[in-house]
C-alpha cells in the first residue's frame, strides 16, 4: 500500500488536495514516503459473515469485546466514517479479543504476537491511509493508547514508523488529526529514541532517523500551527513533557522563550495553557540564568523571577480568567526573591529594582545638561512613545482592585500562601488586606479574614488597623461575624487602648447579635491569654468595680457578663496580678462559671485558696508569703485506677467461681469509687476513667442478670439488663483500640445469650418464635468469629461461644425427632454453661481515646417560653457544643415531647464549623409542632450520635433492655445520646380570624 506522507521540516502551508471518489485517494506532498510492502497485514475473513453495525460497534466494552479479526476485515470494508472511528477505538482501547466468537474459529489469530501486529497493521491503515479526518485522529490516539499500555512489542522498526506516523499526523490539513499527533508524541518521549543518525531497514526500504529532529522540535513547531486548538495542546504537550523528566533535567531556554511569546497570542486557551507551562518552569528550574529583556538584553535574571514577573505581567490580561488564574499561579511560585515579592505592592515601575524614569523626567535631563531651550511636558511625539512592561509592579494591587471578584479572590489566596514564606511581604501586607474587609462580596470578605488569620499572631496591631477591622463585627452575615471572632483570636495588641477597643467591640456585639456569644466566649478565650500584660489595667473597668462604693453584683447567667468572666480568667492564668483587683463575689462566679464551661474557664489554684482582707480579695497564699503547694504526678504504681482494675479482676474470677455475692460487692463498690475518680480526673486520663466505669457498671448489671437466671426459672422482662451500654462505650469513646472493640463485641454476644434465656424461661413463647431468636443468635456468633481477633487471653471467650454454637445447632437440627420442650431445655443449659462463665476483660484503654460529649447552649436554661401557633410548625434554634467527634455525618439533634415521641433531624454539614481538632460547634434549626396539647408544655432539645449495630434488628436493644439513652433508628442504626437534655418551654396560642 501506497501512502503519500509530508516532510516533517515543511510547514503546513495549506490542506492537501483529496477527492472525493473512494477512500484510497492519495493526498500529495512535497517529499514522498513509501509504507513497506511486506508489513503484517489484517487477517481476511469469510464473506459470508455481516459486516458489523454501527450500534454494535457502540456496545462493544473490555467486558464485552468483539472478535479482532472482524474489526480488522470491516475497518477496511466499512463505508460508513463512524463504523471505521469506532473500530479506530475499540483497537486501541482493549474492545477487541483475540478468539472468533461461536463459528468464528477460522477467523482466530493462532498467536498474541500476530494478533497484537495485525490489530497495529489496522490503526497504521486507518491512520495513513483514510480519508476522513476524525478517523485518522481516532487511529494515532488509539496507537498513542497501545504504547502507554506496552500491548504489543516495541522493537526498532516499529518505534521508526510511529514516528513516522506522528510526524505526518503532525502536519495532517484536519487540525484534530494535528492535536492527536501530539499526544503520540508524548508517548513516544518514555521510549528510548536512537542515539545517533543511521538508516534502519525496514522491510527493505530505508528509513531516514534523525536525532536532531526532536520531538521537542516537533512539539515546538506546532506552537506556530494557525489553529489556536493545536497550539493550546502544542503548550499542553510541552507541559506533560517537562513532568515526565526525573528531576530538574536541562533546561532549553527556546521552549521557554516560546511559552513567553504564547501569552501574547489572541486566543484565550493558549495564553492559559502558556500560564501553566511558565510556572513549571520557574518551578523546576529556579535557579538558572535566562536574559532579562526588560532591562536590556545583555542582563540576565533568575529564572523564578522572571518566571514571577512574567505570570504578574499576565495579571493584567484583558480576560478576568487568565488574570485570576495568573494570581492563582503567583501563589505556586514561592521561589522567587523577596526583592520580586515587594514590588508587586508598589505601583512604581521599577527596573531591576531601580524606578524607571518616565520619558518626560528623561527628556528633563537631557535638555538640562545641553544649551537651548526645553521643550514643554506636553511636547512629545505620541506616535513613537512606548509604554514600558511594569512587569511585578503593584500586581497584587491591581488585583484587589479588580472589577472581578473572581480575580480579587485568588490575588488574596496568592497573598496568603507568599506571606507564609516572607515575613516582609506578610507585613506589607496588613494593610491591603483589611481594606478588603470593605469589601462588597461576602466571600471576598471572609477570604480576607481568613487569610489574615493565618500570620495574624505575628505581628503586633496598630489602633487605626484594630478600628478598621472592628467596623466588620455590625454586619449583618453571621458568616462574616464568625470569621471575624476567629480573626480577633489571633490578635495580639501594642496597648491598653487596642486591646480596649476589642474588648468593648465585643461586649456590644454580643448584646446586638445574641446569636453570636458561643462565637465571641470562644473569641474571648484566647484573647485574654495572649494579652493579659495589658489585661490587668481594664479589670476595674470591665467589673465597674471602684474604691469609694460598692458595687452591684451582676447577673451571672448574661452573656456579657460571661464573656468579661472568661476573659478576666483566662488572663489571670498568665497575670496572676488579675486576681488582685477582682472583687469579693468574683471566686463564687468563677466556681459556678467553671462547673458551666469547663472549656473556657481556666482552674485557677488563686481561687481555690483564697481570702479576703475587708473587701479586697488577695490570694492566702500570697498574704502568708508561702508559695502554693505543687502538684506531683503520681508514679504508675500509685494510680488509684490500677487498684481498681485488679479489684474488677478478683471480682470477675470470684463470680466464675459462683461467688457471687462477693463479687456483686466488689463490683458495687468499684463502680462508685471510679464515678468519683472520674469528676476529679482531668485531661486524657479523665477519659479512660469513663470508659472503664461504663463497662463496670455493665458487668455489674450481667452479673446480677446471671444470678437472677440461675435462682430462678423466670426474670420480669421489663428488669433493666444495661446491655446498650456496650453500643454506648463503642459509638461514644473515640480512638479504642482493637483489642476493646473486639472485646465489646463478645460481650454483646454474652448479653443476647442472657436475652435468649430469658426468652426461653418464658412459657408463652412457641417453638416458631425460639427457633427465629436461636437463628439470630448462631448468625451474630458466626459473623462474631469471622471479623473478630482478641489476643490470647481471651480466646478462651470466643472458643466458649463457638461450642454453645455448635451445640444450638446440633439441637436445632434435632428438634423435630427429640421433640420441642426438650430441645429449649438442651438450648437452655448450654446458654447457661455459657453465661456463667467469666467474661473477658476490657483492659486498659488507649490514652488516645476520647469521649464524645455534647452540649446544649441555645436554648439555655433562662429560655423564654416560645409562642407557638396551633397548627403551624415553629423554628427553634438550636446551638450546640461537640467534642471529640470525627465525623459530623452522625451528629444527630432529637427533639423529644411530652408523648415520649421523638423527633430526629440531622443537620447538614454546612451547619458545623469547626474550632479545633474534632471540636465542632453546631447551629442548626428544628420545627416543633404539636396539635394534642392545649396549653403550654416542653419539649427535651438533645445531641446523640449513630453507631452501626452487629447484625440487624439487635435484640440487645429492645425497648425493654434500651434506656433513654439509646434509640434504634432504622434495622441497622442506633443512636446514642452524648449529652444532658436541655427543656425549652412553648406556649400554644389560637391562630387569628382573618378580619
Known sequence: MKRAWKDEGESAAGPATTTSKGRASKRTATVSLVLPTNLPTPVAAPPSLKPLTVEELCLATEAAPLPLTRLCRDAKEATNPVARRRIAELLG????????????????????????????????????????????????????????????????????????????????????????????????????????????????????????????????????????????????????????????????????????????????????????????????????????????????????????????????????????????????????????????????????????????????????????????????????????????????????????FEVREAAIRSICKLAAHSTALAEKSLDFLADMFNDEIDSVRVLAIDGLRAFACSFIFRLEQVELMLGILKDASSVIRHAMHLLIAEIRVGSVDCLRLI????????????????????????????????????????????????????????????????FITNAAAANPNVLTLVPPFFPRHHRYLKGRFPKLIPFLDFLATSAFVGDLFLPAAAESGAKPPRRTAAVRGDDPLDGLLRTVDRAVLSFSHDQNQQALAELESCRRRLGKLGRYTHGSARGEVRIQHDFVQWLLHYCRLTTALSRSSAVDAAQPTATATLYHLSARHQNLP????????????????????????????????????????VDRVVWLLERTALPATDAASLEQLRVCTEAIKATLASATSVGSSEAIQGVTEALMRLIRSAPPQLGAASGASQSATATV????????????????????????????????????????????????????????????????????????????????????????????????NDPILQDGASTSAETRLDGATGLMQIGKAVPASLRVTKPKKPS
Open 738 to 777: 482493637a483489642r476493646c472493640l473486639g472485646t465489646l463485641a463478645v460481650c454483646r454476644a454474652l448479653s443476647h445469650a442472657q436475652e435468649l434465656c430469658r426468652l426461653l424461661l418464658r412459657s408463652d413463647r412457641g417453638w416458631d418464635v425460639v427457633n427465629g431468636a436461636l437463628q439470630i443468635f
Open 857 to 952: 447552649l441555645e436554648p439555655s436554661h433562662g429560655f423564654n417560653a416560645l409562642s407557638l401557633t396551633r397548627g403551624l410548625p415553629q423554628e427553634l434554634r438550636v446551638v450546640a457544643r461537640i467534642a471529640n467527634v470525627e465525623d459530623v455525618g452522625t451528629v444527630r439533634i432529637v427533639t423529644t415531647f411530652p408523648d415520649n415521641r421523638r423527633v430526629t433531624l440531622a443537620p447538614p454539614r454546612h451547619h458545623f464549623r469547626s474550632v479545633g481538632r474534632n471540636q465542632w460547634v453546631v447551629e442548626s434549626t428544628v420545627f416543633v409542632s404539636n396539635d394534642l396539647l392545649a396549653d403550654a408544655f416542653e419539649v427535651q432539645i438533645s445531641v446523640g450520635v449513630t453507631f452501626v449495630m452487629d447484625i440487624p
Open 93 to 404: 482501547g482493549g474492545g477487541a479479543t483475540h478468539d472468533g466468537g461461536a463459528g468464528e474459529a477460522a477467523l482466530s489469530v493462532e498467536t498474541p504476537a500476530g494478533a497484537a501486529e495485525a490489530d497495529v497493521s489496522t490503526l497504521f491503515t486507518l491512520a495513513g491511509g483514510d480519508d476522513d479526518g476524525n478517523v485518522r485522529a481516532s487511529a494515532v490516539r488509539s496507537l498513542a493508547q497501545l504504547v502507554a499500555t506496552g500491548r504489543f512489542a516495541l522493537g526498532g522498526e516499529m518505534v521508526a514508523r510511529l514516528h513516522m506516523v506522528a510526524g505526518a499526523a503532525a502536519v495532517d490539513p484536519h487540525f484534530f488529526v494535528r492535536e492527536t499527533a501530539l499526544t503520540l508524541l508524548v508517548q513516544l518521549s518514555t521510549l528510548s529514541s536512537p542515539t545517533s543518525t543511521r538508516s534502519t531497514a525496514v522491510g527493505g526500504v530505508g528509513l531516514a532517523v534523525d536525532d536532531s529532529l526532536t520531538i521537542q522540535r516537533r512539539t515546538r513547531r506546532m506552537l506556530q500551527d494557525v489553529d489556536p486548538r493545536v497550539r493550546s495542546a502544542a503548550l499542553a504537550a510541552l507541559l506533560e513533557l517537562q513532568e515526565l523528566q526525573k528531576g530538574p533535567g536541562k533546561l532549553d531556554i527556546g521552549m521557554y522563550v516560546d511559552s513567553q511569546r504564547a501569552l501574547t497570542d489572541d486566543d484565550e486557551t493558549v495564553r492559559s495553557a502558556a500560564l501553566d507551562l511558565i510556572l513549571t518552569f520557574g518551578s523546576r528550574h529556579p535557579e538558572a540564568l535566562v536574559p532579562d529583556d526588560a532591562v536590556s538584553a545583555s542582563t540576565t535574571a533568575r529564572l523564578a523571577d522572571n518566571a514571577f514577573v512574567t505570570l504578574c505581567s499576565a495579571a493584567t490580561d484583558l480576560s478576568p480568567k487568565i488574570r485570576a488564574k495568573a494570581l492563582v499561579l503567583l501563589g505556586e511560585l514561592t521561589g522567587a526573591s523577596e526583592d520580586t515579592l515587594l514590588q508587586t505592592f508598589d505601583k512604581k515601575v521599577m527596573s531591576h529594582l531601580r524606578r524607571k524614569m518616565t520619558e518626560h523626567e528623561a527628556m528633563r535631563k537631557a535638555g538640562s545638561s545641553r544649551a537651548g531651550p526645553l521643550r514643554a511636558f506636553g511636547d512629545l511625539d505620541v506616535e513613537n512613545m512606548s509604554l514600558m512592561s511594569t512587569g511585578a509592579c503593584g500586581a497584587f494591587v491591581h488585583g484587589l482592585e479588580d472589577e472581578f
Open 503 to 566: 474588648v468593648l467591640a465585643l461586649h456590644r456585639n454580643i448584646k446586638m447579635y445574641r446569636q453570636d456569644r458561643v462565637s465571641i466566649w470562644d473569641c474571648l478565650y484566647p484573647s485574654g491569654r495572649a494579652n493579659a500584660a495589658f489585661a490587668e489595667f481594664m479589670v476595674e473597668e470591665l467589673l465597674k468595680t471602684g474604691v469609694h462604693f460598692s458595687t452591684a453584683e451582676p447577673n451571672v447567667d448574661d452573656p456579657a457578663y460571661i464573656a468579661i468572666v472568661i
